[in-house]
């Protein structure tokens, strides 16, 4: 029971980092079947505004990043979640 769980976790992790990457590469390529694309965005606003989302971005990333990268969050990960699913949720975490 819990080899089958393990991998069908793993098995929807990678996949919703397959659609993730699927959608990056639509967004970026500017696909028509995306509603929102690099060239085709949303709402203009202005560019403090931009900078601003752009910044927060950026630190979120940085600071996910750099927690999940430390031993002791991976010490204290594997003790929720086993080590056969870790990389598979950190893909999905990523994702």
Known sequence: MTRGFYLLFGLVAYVIFFATFLYLVAFVG????VPLTVDRGGPIG???QAVIVDLALVALFGVQHSVMARPAFKQRWTRIVRSRSSAASMCCWRA
Do not use: D, E, S
């Open 30 to 33: 500017n696909l028509p079947f």
């Open 46 to 48: 202005g560019v403090a």
